[in-house]
T-cell receptor, first 116, second 112 residues
């Protein structure tokens, strides 16, 4: 089974702190994603990566950066956390290629971040 | 642009059928997906349908696709309390490569 592991389930951080959210997948997937989930807004893509050291902005990249130094690990960084970044963050991964072959993406359990 | 819409909430009694609806806008979508999110957890893939199919059945789940109206539905037969969750539909858009666009999610509440 595909396993996507997010290291922290619950975090509380102060405004202005630097925050790292870590994600590891064990299926040698090329693609990795970070989403945030907010009530009524569904899932919104922050960044994704299709290869080591490669990254692409998603729909809401402002205030975030990412790092993919190794294929299995994709980190989301909040350089200076703000209260409007309080949310549930979901990491995901998928095999290489596009979804026209029925590939899909697999999600981690989520990280609940509260910024006070 | 692409948009996937779902109603926010559905309440049913245990044993009844549930029907969760979704509309999408991009007619070039090749696959459409249903994900389930239980409380405090990530999303799990429930099922998917290829765009040249009208229907797909998998045990208690039936997916219906009306490509003309860009309407997708998920029917859960004999709904159980364990089916209470948020259900997301998602479409894959050809020209977006590896991206899925998600709807806002429908919260299904099953009453005993």
């Amino acid at each position: 089974d595909v396993k996507v592991t997010q290291s922290s389930r619950y975090l509380v951080k102060r405004t202005g702190e630097k925050v790292f959210l870590e994600c590891v997948q064990d299926m040698d997937h090329e693609n990795m994603f970070w989403y945030r989930q907010d009530p009524g807004l569904g899932l919104r893509l922050i960044y994704f990566s299709y290869d080591v050291k490669m990254k692409e902005k998603g729909d809401i990249p402002e205030g975030y950066s990412v790092s993919r130094e190794k294929k299995e690990r994709f980190s989301l960084i909040l350089e200076s956390a703000s209260t409007n970044q309080t949310s549930m963050y979901l990491c995901a991964s998928s095999p290489g290629g596009d979804f026209t072959s029925g590939n899909t993406i697999y999600f981690g359990e989520g990280s609940w971040l509260t910024v006070v | 642009g692409e948009d996937v819409e779902q109603s926010l909430f559905l309440s049913v009694r245990e044993g009844d059928s549930s029907v969760i609806n979704c509309t999408y806008t991009d007619s070039s979508s090749t696959y459409l997906y249903w994900y389930k999110q239980e409380p405090g957890a990530g999303l799990q893939l429930l099922t998917y349908i290829f765009s040249n199919m009208d229907m797909k059945q998998d045990q208690r789940l039936t997916v219906l696709l009306n490509k003309k109206d860009k309407h997708l539905s998920l029917r859960i037969a004999d709904t159980q309390t364990g089916d209470s969750a948020i259900y997301f539909c998602a479409e894959n858009i050809n020209n977006a490569g590896n991206m899925l666009t998600f709807g806002g999610g429908t919260r299904l509440m099953v009453k005993p």
